[in-house]
């Protein structure tokens, strides 16, 4: 009898993920009513599954900042208008650094808005460190920011153009000469001293300097500052070192994370504050480090003549699960992590816990209307943050739950 071969372990599929950063120092500055070139909105095959937006000089009054409202504020709100019907879910994490995880590789991301002025160019470098410095994540697991995966890096740095004048400055830009003006960008010139920023890096300078501007126009300062036009407003990004090459073979491995740059551009239809937008398209191809979801969500079986829903999921040995660990009901299209229609907390309406798999209940009385599509959402306390995500379904109460005919669709967190 022939001896059987050993299966081969398959490995993971690489993935491919778009991502959209977007920088802009609103100036204080209301919203304009339309967004979608800033967005992408209007091109005719959107492809994108992430929107990182970073803005400065928000017009936040002291109560909105008291209160847990603050996320309410009328950029974030109008970006929301715009973005939860193409099933796109708002972040709230708060501060200057986001930390994520995904598919096992650790990206933070980072918005910044460093001193202001020719002058404090030391300032800024300063601060740079700094910030660096002072990112402490929650989690004994979570490694310094210098050794994740990539950092996305952007934000109103307020880099000058050193050295020449005025004039100069504008007449090169008059005639999109911008290559004269690179080698005295006060950030190309701190890259070439400093062995750590450095790493960071950024797409070509191929459009106008994007401060400083006549609000309500694209005509550079006229005030009787008249203020020297700069690229103040940046995105970076900076890729972990990779292993290096076998010096017997003298080629390198086969990157598992790679981030390529799509475009880079300013938008200079939007007048609304005395910076122009900018923003920076990637493409990130991964191969996943963890092909096992730490949560999976499952509504089932029937609604029972108790009136009763129940709902199974599962985690991974190593999930730090938590009794304050809740499960919330959302209809599709929800806008935030507070949106929820109704919640249980899962050790208080657990019914069952049997080979990793628990049961929890949530009853009809406790929602409010069941029309339409439903999505269920795990939210960790331990991680402040949602880790599990149900696909679309129907509720259809004395009936089986339909699932969403599409299958495939979820937001996007």
Same mark, same amino acid.
């Given at each position: 009898?022939?001896?059987?071969?050993?299966?081969?372990?398959?490995?993971?599929?690489?993935?491919?993920?778009?991502?959209?950063?977007?920088?802009?120092?609103?100036?204080?500055?209301?919203?304009?009513?339309?967004?979608?070139?800033?967005?992408?909105?209007?091109?005719?095959?959107?492809?994108?599954?992430?929107?990182?937006i970073g803005l400065q000089e928000m017009n936040c009054g002291i109560m909105s900042l008291l209160s847990d409202t603050a996320f309410e504020d009328p950029w974030s709100s109008f970006f929301m208008d715009v973005l939860s019907p193409l099933s796109f879910v708002k972040g709230n994490k708060g501060g200057?650094?986001?930390?994520?995880?995904?598919?096992?590789?650790?990206?933070?991301?980072v918005n910044c808005h460093l001193p202001p002025h020719m002058a404090n160019n030391d300032q800024r470098l300063e601060h740079f460190d700094r910030i660096l410095e002072m990112q402490n994540f929650e989690g004994q697991d979570i490694p310094n920011i210098l050794d994740?995966?990539?950092?996305?890096?952007?934000? &109103?740095?307020?880099?000058?153009?050193?050295?020449?004048?005025?004039?100069?400055?504008?007449?090169? *830009?008059?005639?999109?000469?911008?290559s004269d003006l690179w080698e005295k960008d006060q950030l190309s010139i701190a890259k070439r001293h400093d062995p750590l920023l450095r790493e960071f890096q950024e797409g070509p300078l191929l459009f106008p300097p994007t401060y400083k501007f006549d609000k309500n126009? $694209?005509?550079? &300062?006229?005030?009787?500052?008249?203020?020297?036009?700069?690229?103040?407003?940046? *995105?970076?990004?900076?890729?972990?070192?990779?292993?290096?090459?076998?010096?017997?073979?003298?080629?390198?491995?086969?990157?598992?994370?790679?981030?390529?740059?799509?475009?880079?551009?300013?938008?200079?239809?939007y007048c609304v504050s005395d910076h122009k937008p900018v923003t920076s398209t990637f493409d990130l191809e991964l191969k996943p480090l963890v092909s096992t979801p730490p949560i999976t969500l499952m509504p089932e079986g029937l609604w029972t003549m108790?009136?009763?829903?129940?709902?199974?999921?599962?985690?991974?040995?190593?999930?730090?699960?938590?009794?304050?660990?809740? *499960?919330?009901?959302?209809?599709?299209?929800?806008?935030?992590?507070?949106?929820?229609?109704?919640?249980?907390?899962?050790? &208080?309406?657990?019914?069952?816990?049997? $080979?990793?798999?628990?049961?929890?209940?949530?009853?009809?009385?406790?929602?409010?209307?069941?029309?339409g599509q439903f999505l269920l959402c795990y939210y960790s306390n331990n991680l402040h943050s949602v880790v599990g995500i149900s696909k679309p379904f129907k509720i259809q109460p004395g009936s089986s739950l339909a699932e969403d005919p599409l299958g495939e669709s979820q937001p996007h967190i």
């Open positions: 009898m022939a001896a059987e071969s050993p299966r081969k372990t398959t490995e993971p599929r690489s993935k491919t993920l778009s991502i959209h950063v977007v920088t802009w120092n609103v100036a204080s500055a209301a919203p304009p009513l339309d967004l979608s070139d800033l967005l992408q909105l209007n091109k005719d095959n959107l492809n994108l599954d992430m929107y990182v200057v650094n986001i930390c994520l995880k995904l598919y096992g590789y650790y990206i933070s991301i994740h995966d990539l950092i996305l890096w952007f934000g &109103d740095m307020n880099f000058r153009i050193d050295d020449f004048g005025l004039h100069f400055v504008r007449e090169s *830009i008059k005639n999109r000469r911008y126009s $694209n005509n550079y &300062d006229t005030s009787e500052k008249k203020r020297k036009p700069a690229w103040t407003d940046r *995105i970076l990004w900076r890729l972990k070192r990779q292993p290096q090459a076998n010096p017997q073979t003298q080629r390198p491995p086969a990157p598992n994370f790679f981030l390529s740059l799509r475009s880079y551009v300013s938008h200079m239809i108790e009136n009763v829903m129940l709902i199974s999921y599962s985690l991974t040995p190593d999930f730090p699960s938590s009794p304050w660990d809740w *499960i919330g009901l959302y209809k599709v299209g929800l806008r935030h992590i507070n949106d929820y229609v109704s919640y249980v907390w899962v050790r &208080d309406n657990q019914v069952s816990f049997s $080979n990793g798999l628990s049961q929890v209940y949530f009853n009809i009385s406790d929602i409010p209307e069941t029309e």
